[in-house]
């Protein structure tokens, strides 16, 4: 039973860090299209 739970926690640890940088890629994509329309974001 522990080791299913270990399994679980580490997938969704890694999910977690993946989702982390997509989110920073996408932050970073906004601020540049914010600065092409001329926002200020």
């Known amino acids: 039973m522990y080791t299913f739970l270990s399994v679980i926690l ?3 640890g890694i999910l977690q860090i993946i ?3 997509k989110l920073w890629g ?3 994509d906004v601020r ?3 600065e092409k329309i001329g ?3």
């Open 10 to 12: 580490i997938i969704f």
């Open 32 to 34: 540049h299209i914010s």
């Open 26 to 28: 996408m932050t970073n």
């Open 19 to 21: 989702l982390f940088f």
């Open 39 to 41: 926002g200020s974001i």
